[in-house]
């Protein structure tokens, strides 16, 4: 069983995939990379729990890593929105 941190139940690390949060310049270029506009991207909440961690605010960009069961690794992007 995960161990909670206050209202929120805290997986092991290795379990979390790499969260960073992009500047606005680097958020702008993956909007353009993309052909699309920020709130199009998929959404995170700035209560969710990584996001209050990088101090994200509604408006910025994140960007996950994840690595595939072959190794490779992919980049997914969420847009912090007031929640």
Do not use: C, N, W
Request: charged share 25%; no cysteine; aromatic share 12%.
């Amino acid at each position: 069983m995960f161990p909670f941190y206050g209202e929120y139940l805290v997986a092991p690390l290795e379990l979390i995939p790499k969260h960073a949060l992009l500047s606005d310049s680097e958020a702008k270029a993956v909007a353009r990379e993309y052909s699309t506009t920020l709130e199009k991207f998929p959404k995170i909440h700035e209560s969710d729990p990584q996001a209050k961690k990088l101090g994200a605010k509604p408006g910025q960009l994140i960007e996950i890593q994840r690595e595939g069961q072959t190794g490779a690794k992919y980049k997914f992007y969420r847009f912090v929105v007031v929640g």
